[in-house]
């Protein structure tokens, strides 16, 4: 399947309800051939309304840490494990991730990342293991099948709790670092 196929699909899908009260799928944007990919939660209020993931105020946010980083939005791709939004931003509820993460496993079959960053909790749990503390193990890499992972803080976070930043950033370079050696 190539992405155009599989974005075809999820455009199709209605197998929940989020498919009929989306303005917007959000599929993911970047390069197809990234060696690095970020995997957010789900979008938000701007993400529905433009289609592109991470382009409200978490998504400014995060896009300061890519420049800090000497990261460019187009090297890399950024998707979310729910495609479309929940209604008034809630929790993606189990039943959702469980469907909508089979899209995203493909996604992540068809682009082939070396390495997969998990932005906040709720991906890391998806991703990396169902009991992630994202305070205590944020930054920590490790090796999953043929993917090196971690997951930093959600930029949704830092906006709420902005002493956290320091944390970020450091995260941030070692991703950076790590991404240079490849
Ligand atoms: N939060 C996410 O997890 N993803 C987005 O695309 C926007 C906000």
């Not at 992405?3 to 989306?22: D, I, P």
């Not at 701007?46 to 420049?67: C, I, M």
């Not at 960053?117 to 205590?136: E, Q």
């Not at 002493?163 to 070692?174: H, Y």
Request: one cysteine or more; proline letters at 5%.
């Amino acid at each position: 399947m190539t992405l155009t196929e599989l974005r075809q699909k999820c455009e199709a899908c209605k197998k929940c309800e989020l498919g009929n009260t989306r303005t917007n799928l959000v599929f993911g944007t970047g390069n197809e051939n990234a060696k690095l990919m970020f995997v957010g939660e789900a979008p938000g209020e701007q993400e529905d309304l433009s289609g592109t993931p991470f382009v409200g105020r978490a998504g400014k946010l995060f896009d300061k840490y890519l420049e800090a980083v000497g990261i460019s939005r187009d090297e890399v791709y950024i998707a979310n494990m729910l495609k479309c939004r929940p209604p008034k931003n809630r929790d993606p509820l189990p039943a959702e991730q469980d469907i909508c993460i089979e899209y995203l496993r493909e996604q992540v079959r068809i682009i082939k990342p070396k390495m997969i960053v998990c932005l906040g909790r709720i991906s890391a749990m998806r991703l990396i293991s169902a009991d992630y503390k994202i305070t205590k193990e944020h930054g920590i890499w490790v090796k999953k099948g043929q993917y090196d992972m971690t997951a930093v803080y959600h930029p949704s976070l830092l906006l709420r709790d902005p002493r956290r930043k320091d944390e970020m950033l450091a995260d941030m370079m070692e991703v950076a670092r790590r991404y240079r050696e490849l």
